[in-house]
């Protein structure tokens, strides 16, 4: 019988890795200066897979505009496949927003060039989230494309591939990856010897049915003969029938009887390198993705909806479009991997932090405008989480401090201006430039002075109330003081600030409802903060924590040990961590003191300052040399909540290290439960490996992390792992958890290592991933009962607060939606209609309360599916996305 070959010309196209993103663009342009004109002259190259993101044509059209028709001609003839993403993600190391709006925005992309292909492309990602068939059948994709993560149980290259909640895609692996037909010989009797082989080696998985033949590779240049080859090799035999065509045709036929299936998460390394490694490097990179995924999605987008629909502002459509591309853009696996050279990791944390900052001015623009727009004076706090919540606030409040201040325990004190302050000490010469300056600075000057002291000196006084409007001239200040200089160059002059007094103070604000802005009203219910007299002690009648000044550690409830650092040499690379030949582990401190820096009542903090001697770095297989670091433990715990802030601050001097904080467990754990995109996902206490990687059972968590009665939430720290085990088999339990800190290497890929003997990449030095310099690393830890996305909320995401001076329209308080019963995932404006993205994330049914609200209940692609009215039954793991109707 003829067996079918589907030969998929593509290029797999890396955007930024080894080279930076322009040196690539230069390739790429001059690619497909090549590949198009063929398409159009060359019927026999019939097909061309342009990777499956729309990144690729945007980058091409900005150097080559005048593409643009080609491409369009050519993808809507079938000739050329575009998207459907617009980047291939990582899709462990974003936020499932970052994963449905990169699908959205090359879906929309492609369909200005005749549509995307309808096809999961998956080729290359470093496994695959358990979510990933449901997000994929929301956008109507039955299909899905992978290879890395495919478990040895799956043993046909075509299975059923099912997220948590029932959603199921056909799923075809890749058995040599997605350049299995990347050579293609001069000599077409060669290439059918390929396929030949291919067919003998893999026969037990592909079974009797079409071979996909994936011709193409890294960055690799198309075959001008492809088609001359093809057409020869189907003379020369019968045993194959070679066919140039498109991914999507080679799937829609593809078997689909007596498949095996598969649910939840891809994260084998059996059948190809997990290179799970990637989630524990350049921490400055994953915590930088941390902060501009949670300012956009939890602070400005929900902000800007909430205005938007009580007509507060406009959706800031531009501004957020600017934002997600950075942060889409940076999602590309070897970006958002940091498994590249320096200069594209200093590129990434560019976009990231244009992305934060946009996401910030929106906040700041938002809160103006909700400043400004209130009915009456005073002071506004807004909920941007689909949760009522209480919390701390920062406020000013006029006039000086007073004995009643430190006695109140609703109120705490940061930082106060005095009535008079002095803001300049500088010679008659200097004075006119000087205080000039300072005019320019201040608002609402209202008066000026000038006096001569008894020694000489001059005092001059700048009267300020930033209420007064009026915009006076002080010409006459310099040109006094200019006269006054000529008598006396040197003579000193103090410049004086007088303005109204005024404190910053904690506060702690009753209980805001979900998506929502209100008055502010004291919160009266909760105990106040309390340090002992040597500040080993902090409790607020929730939690109660205390510092072991010996060993550096501290204890949590009770349960003791928490906190202690465990350094040990790594002589892998950004996508491993490989140990040395000989290991040494530091995990004890060489002294430990402690710091009071705030006593309460509202909130407390205590440093552990540590001091280490870590080796410097691995030579020939043994850590070698010694590098004193002294390691700063805040914690910090508030009135109210019960878990406790850390941030782990250190200037790291030392090389090819791994710095992990170890927690032990209140009750031993055979398993972890860690949030990923749109789920929690249960892991045991091992990883499937294979031939070319040892399987580590290092996880990635999105925001938090529970086992064993314990739960961490942190801000960018992904990685951890469940050590301390004893037992073997189903009767095997782990006692401590580790979240990993840093993770220090010099290079993009190394040569054969302990845990993985073939090279992931370029042979490259990367000495930025080394880590050097200084580190704020932030974490929080419960063992309490928890919500452990409550708890990751609270610990990251502020409640916001606008100052008011009456007389808009705005009314006191006023909400969007009030959310019960499901986690809520984004918060959408700019259209008729709000909408409101939710999920479950349990085993269970829930029903969604949602406050009298009507509307539709939409997939990911905005298609309207259901009409709800006040609440929606939603399955186990279930994705919905709300569309409400306009308010009346």
């Known amino acids: 019988m003829t067996r079918h070959v589907s030969v998929v010309p593509h290029t797999h196209w890396d955007r930024e890795w080894y080279e930076p993103f322009q040196t690539f663009r230069a390739r790429l342009v001059g690619l497909l200066d090549e590949l198009l004109p063929r398409l159009e002259r060359d019927p026999s190259y019939a097909h061309f897979l342009l990777d499956g993101q729309m990144a690729v044509v945007d980058d091409h059209l900005e150097v080559r505009p005048e593409a643009e028709a080609t491409l369009r001609r050519l993808a809507t003839s079938g000739r050329l496949t575009m998207g459907p993403w617009y980047i291939l993600m990582d899709e462990f190391l974003v936020s499932g927003e970052t994963i449905v709006r990169n699908l959205q925005m090359g879906r929309a992309r492609a369909a200005q060039f005749g549509g995307a292909m309808e096809v999961g492309y998956l080729p290359d990602m470093f496994g695959h989230i358990a979510q990933m068939p449901q997000i994929l059948r929301q956008f109507g994709l039955e299909h899905a494309v992978v290879w890395r993560g495919t478990p040895a149980a799956i043993d046909r290259s075509g299975f059923w591939w ?9 799923a075809e692996y890749l058995p040599q990856g997605y350049d299995n037909g990347a050579a293609l010989p001069d000599d077409a009797k060669d290439l059918v010897e390929r396929i030949r082989e291919f067919d003998a080696t893999h026969r037990g998985l592909i079974g009797d049915g079409p071979i996909l033949w994936m011709n193409g590779t890294d960055h690799q240049m198309p075959f001008a003969t492809l088609g001359s080859i093809v057409a020869a090799a189907n003379e020369l035999q019968d045993d194959y029938r070679l066919v140039v065509t498109s991914l999507a045709d080679h799937v829609a036929a593809a078997p689909t009887e007596a498949l095996p299936s598969w649910t939840g998460e891809l994260r084998s390394g059996a059948r190809a390198n997990l290179l799970m490694g990637v989630a524990s490097n350049r921490v400055d990179v994953k915590q930088a993705a941390a902060r501009a995924e949670r300012t956009i999605e939890r602070m400005a987008e929900p902000l800007a909806a909430l205005l938007e629909r009580h007509g507060g502002a406009e959706w800031p459509h531009s501004l957020l479009d600017i934002a997600w591309r950075n942060v889409v853009l940076n999602s590309a696996h070897d970006s958002i991997c940091a498994c590249s050279v320096d200069e594209v990791c200093d590129a990434v944390l560019v ?12 906040v700041d623009a938002g809160l103006v405008a909700l400043g400004a727009g209130l009915a009456e004076r005073g002071v506004a706090v807004v909920n941007t989480v689909g949760r009522a919540r209480a919390g701390l606030i920062e406020m000013e409040i006029p006039g000086a401090s007073a004995t009643a201040d430190s006695e109140d325990p609703r109120l705490q004190l940061i930082d106060e201006t005095p009535e008079v302050s002095l803001i300049q000490e500088v010679s008659r010469a200097q004075a006119p430039t000087v205080v000039e300056r300072e005019l320019e600075i201040y608002l609402g000057i209202h008066g000026v002075t000038v006096d001569e002291a008894d020694d000489g000196s001059l005092d001059v006084t700048i009267h300020s109330d930033p209420a007064n409007r009026k915009v006076p001239t002080y010409g006459w200040v310099k040109r006094q003081l200019t006269e006054l200089a000529a008598a006396d160059l040197d003579g000193a002059v103090r410049v004086w600030l007088h303005q109204l007094p005024s404190r910053r103070v904690l506060v702690r604000t009753a209980e805001v409802p979900a998506l929502a802005w209100t ?7 909760a105990a106040p903060v309390e340090v002992s007299d040597d500040g080993l002690r902090i409790a607020n009648g929730l939690t109660t924590v205390v510092v072991d000044a010996a060993t550096g550690t501290f204890s949590v409830d009770g349960h003791t040990g928490l906190g202690r650092l465990v350094d040990d040499g790594d002589e892998g690379d950004t996508y491993n961590y490989s140990p040395p030949q000989e290991q040494t582990v ?7 003191w402690v710091e009071v820096i705030e006593r309460g009542p509202l909130r407390a903090r205590v440093a552990i300052v540590a001091s280490y001697r870590w080796p410097e770095r691995i030579v020939d297989g043994v850590r070698v040399g010694e590098r004193p670091t002294e390691v700063r433990t805040t914690l910090e715990v508030q009135a109210g909540e ?10 790291n001097l030392s090389r ?8 032990p467990l209140p009750v031993p754990a055979d398993r972890s439960e860690a949030e990923c995109a749109f789920a929690v996902v249960e892991r045991g206490l091992t990883a499937e490996g294979g031939d070319t990687e040892v399987g580590l059972p290092t996880f990635p968590s999105r925001r938090f992390v529970q086992a064993g009665g314990l739960t961490v939430a942190h801000e960018g720290l992904l990685e951890y792992e469940l050590v301390a085990i004893d037992g073997e088999g189903e009767a095997a339990r782990a006692h401590t958890l580790a979240l990993t800190l840093l993770r220090c290497t010099g290079w993009l890929s190394r040569p054969p290592m302990t845990y993985r003997p073939l090279p992931a990449g ?17 974490w929080a830890v419960a063992v309490a009962d928890v919500d452990p996305f409550a708890m990751a909320d609270d610990a990251f995401v502020p409640l916001l607060v606008s100052t008011a001076a009456g007389g808009g329209t705005l009314p006191a308080s006023a909400q969007l939606l009030d959310v019960h019963g499901a986690q809520v995932s984004a918060v959408l404006g700019g ?3 709000a909408r409101v993205r939710v999920f479950n994330p349990t085993s269970a049914p829930v029903v969604v309360r949602l406050d009298g609200q009507a509307g539709w209940i939409e997939d990911l692609s905005s298609q309207p599916q259901n009409r709800f009215d006040g609440e929606v039954e939603l399955g186990p793991w279930a994705i919905a996305t709300l569309s409400l109707d306009p308010p009346h």
């Open 586 to 592: 530091v995990d004890e401190p060489d002294s430990v």
């Open 642 to 651: 019960a878990f406790v802030r850390v941030t782990t601050e250190l200037d």
């Open 519 to 525: 008055t502010w009203q004291p919160d009266d219910d």
């Open 762 to 778: 370029p042979v490259v030095e990367t000495p930025g991933a080394q880590m050097l310099g200084n580190h704020s690393l932030r």
């Open 656 to 663: 090819d290290h791994r710095l992990r904080v170890w927690l």
């Open 831 to 833: 259209a008729e209609r």
């Open 162 to 170: 099912s997220a948590p909640d029932g959603s199921t895609v056909r």
């Open 351 to 362: 976009r990231f932090a244009e992305a934060e900052r946009v996401g910030r001015a929106i």
